[in-house]
T-cell receptor
Framework: AQSVTQLDSQVPVFEEAPVELRCNYS??????LFWYVQYPNQGLQLLLKYLSGSTLVKGINGFEAEFNKSQTSFHLRKPSVHISDTAEYFCAASSGGSYIPTFGRGTSLIVHP | DTGVSQDPRHKITKRGQNVTFRCDPI?????LYWYRQTLGQGPEFLTYFQNEAQLEKSRLLSDRFSAERPKGSFSTLEIQRTEQGDSAMYLC????????????FGPGTRLTVL
């Protein structure tokens, strides 16, 4: 079974600064990787996904992530954050046809003015 | 609104009572998933359906938890004899058939057991 580790529980950053949220997964063949964002009292919204192909994945709201197979990582980045990016971010991984993702514990991104 | 909907959004109950939550998936999605999310944690998978068939239920937390999707459309999650440890957000998600790996999540039902 997959396991997902989000190394930072909280990441504070100033507005317009770059940010990286880290995610590592357990090694697996044919792994699918996802980043979701969750605003307070809401469900999860998909930011981006890696299924195959290019290792650099671009998502919504200016986010991107890079799949690194050798380091089993899928870190999320944004070159310049906004106050509105303040939210909880979850990395998830799945493998196999049933598509049952395993989620990390989440990283709280706090953007200060 | 054609997204995933859940009802109720909030539920407060006393320990020992039964509760039932409803999820309406996106209409053309045939797979439906239930998750539990406790404070400070990511969603934890509980069970899922393909149409009306429940394909995985071994991860339901105890025999007090059960789920149905009788007509392959909406689904219900029931918790019997609730305990304080059941307090959490219960999320529902749906997806299209194979080849489409994105799950669409509903807003969740927040359960508080007093």
């Amino acid at each position: 079974a997959q396991s997902v580790t989000q190394l930072d529980s909280q990441v504070p950053v100033f507005e317009e600064a770059p940010v990286e949220l880290r995610c590592n997964y357990s090694s697996s063949v044919s792994v699918y990787l996802f980043w979701y964002v969750q605003y307070p009292n809401q469900g999860l919204q998909l930011l981006l996904k890696y299924l195959s192909g290019s290792t650099l994945v671009k998502g919504i709201n200016g986010f991107e992530a890079e799949f690194n197979k050798s380091q089993t990582s899928f870190h999320l980045r944004k070159p310049s954050v906004h106050i509105s990016d303040t939210a909880e971010y979850f990395c998830a991984a799945s493998s196999g046809g049933s598509y049952i993702p395993t989620f990390g514990r989440g990283t709280s991104l706090i953007v200060h003015p | 609104d054609t997204g995933v909907s859940q009802d109720p959004r909030h539920k407060i109950t006393k320990r020992g009572q039964n509760v039932t939550f409803r999820c309406d998936p996106i209409s053309e999605h045939n797979r439906l998933y239930w998750y539990r999310q406790t404070l400070g944690q990511g969603p934890e998978f509980l069970t899922y359906f393909q149409n009306e068939a429940q394909l995985e239920k071994s991860r339901l937390l105890s025999d007090r938890f059960s789920a149905e999707r009788p007509k392959g459309s909406f689904s219900t999650l029931e918790i019997q004899r609730t305990e304080q440890g059941d307090s959490a957000m219960y999320l529902c998600a749906s997806k299209e058939r194979e080849g489409k790996n994105e799950q669409f999540f509903g807003p969740g039902t927040r359960l508080t057991v007093l």
